[in-house]
């Protein structure tokens, strides 16, 4: 049973709340128009994207300290210099250009072309895929701190190059926010999770029993004796969307990074309660339908889902790593000895520790390195291959 944190949260200040109040407003219109039950991954699609109603697309400082959560590149400049030693190699095989997803703050852009023309490898062109206008301002503001020479690089995207290019995608934090559905398994039977009203209005969770494609699904993916009420979730969505990225690519490789894990880790009989996930004022909690538009949700990724999706779309998993081992390979150490003083090395030591740490960053963040035309080793995988994980 889990624990009811609401209590522990931050109060919504009166512009959330009102915010909210609009968002539950749409959802009980949405409900009502699928019959009194909506799909878990469709009120995702609304709380989360729903123009000027999601969380993504509603303004709201999301990043940071300031923020719901921090990203690895809002942490440290460590992390984007880091990955753009891996960056620069594959650049040095096809040349090119870069395309980022979801960009963020834009931070690790910045971080990235910076330590990319300190190599001479900056990329022809750095393209910027992000949904939210709020944040595509946020990340323009950040980017004028380049000398215009790379800022003119930049250019902003409102879907997938139309073009397949030479070069990098890179999806950092991305996979986790693709929507998802939510099933419970009882007496071996599926039950789908979605989402209805009480006789108040007030949203809760509603089960019915999944359709064949989901219950085959769910049988396929973990076909163990299932412990009673066991919850987790799957992400349809993950193989079309390596696919679209896989379409993006003529020679290079995608490299994603995210919190999650192998198959047989993401559904093991003890994670019965699912990898689920809410974020708010830098509160980690296990209630999506509390605050809806105004706190992030999110999901483990199943990195076995992701690579199948490589393979069927004809990239090759040509690396699969924890966050840990790749910045180590990538040379962090290096990057924190550089430090100019005592004080930035002792400042620069402790960012790494949080980006390196198994209790951290460092072992529950993988990075997979999925790629097309590449022959030689990528150096971010040099020390560890967790791809018979998989």
């Not at 040095?92 to 703050?105: H, I, P, R, Y």
């Not at 924190?336 to 620069?348: F, G, N, Q």
Request: hydrophobic share 45%; glycine share 8%.
């Amino acid at each position: 049973m889990s624990v009811d944190r609401s209590s522990t949260l931050p109060a919504l200040t009166a512009e959330q709340a009102a915010h909210s109040a609009r968002v539950v407003r749409a959802l009980r219109a949405a409900i009502a128009a699928h019959s009194g039950w909506l799909p878990f991954d469709d009120y995702l699609r609304l709380v989360l994207y729903a123009p000027g109603l999601g969380y993504y697309s509603a303004g709201s400082a999301k990043f940071g300290t300031a923020g719901d959560f921090v990203t690895a590149p809002e942490l440290s400049e460590l992390f984007a210099r880091c990955l753009a030693a891996q960056c620069a190699q594959i650049l040095d095989s096809t040349g090119g250009e870069m395309v980022e997803l979801g960009a963020g703050t834009g931070r690790l852009a910045l971080g990235l072309l910076t330590r990319l023309a300190e190599l001479g490898r900056t990329p022809a062109r750095y393209g910027i895929l992000e949904v939210s206008a709020e944040l595509r301002e946020r990340q323009q503001r950040t980017l004028q701190q380049l000398p215009a020479e790379l800022r003119s690089r930049v250019h902003w995207l409102d879907a997938l190059p139309p073009s397949p290019i030479a070069g990098v995608l890179l999806a950092n934090e991305v996979a986790d926010a693709l929507p998802f559905r939510r099933f419970v398994v009882s007496a071996g039977d599926v039950y789908e999770r979605g989402v209805a009203l009480s006789e108040d209005g007030a949203l809760i969770d509603a089960d019915r029993p999944a359709a064949t494609a989901l219950a085959s699904e769910v049988r396929r993916i973990a076909p163990q004796e299932w412990p009673a009420h066991y919850l987790s979730e799957v992400c349809p969505l993950m193989a079309p969307w390596i696919g679209a990225l896989a379409a993006a690519l003529a020679r290079g490789a995608l490299l994603l990074i995210d919190y999650g894990l192998p198959r047989h880790e993401y559904y093991h009989p003890q994670r019965d309660r699912g990898t689920l996930r809410c974020h708010f004022r830098q509160r980690a909690h296990e209630q999506p339908l509390l605050y809806p538009g105004v706190q992030d949700i999110t999901a483990w990724v199943d990195f076995t889902r992701v690579a199948e999706g490589a393979v069927d779309a004809g990239l090759e998993v040509a690396g699969y790593c924890t966050q840990a081992a790749f910045l180590l390979a990538t040379g962090i150490e290096s990057e924190v000895a550089a430090a100019e003083s005592v004080i930035a090395r002792a400042r620069a030591a402790s960012e790494a520790r949080a980006l390196l740490l198994p209790g951290e960053m460092g072992e529950n963040f993988k990075v997979m390195a999925l790629t097309r035309g590449l022959d030689a080793p990528l150096r971010g995988f040099a020390l560890q291959d967790l791809r018979r994980t998989l």
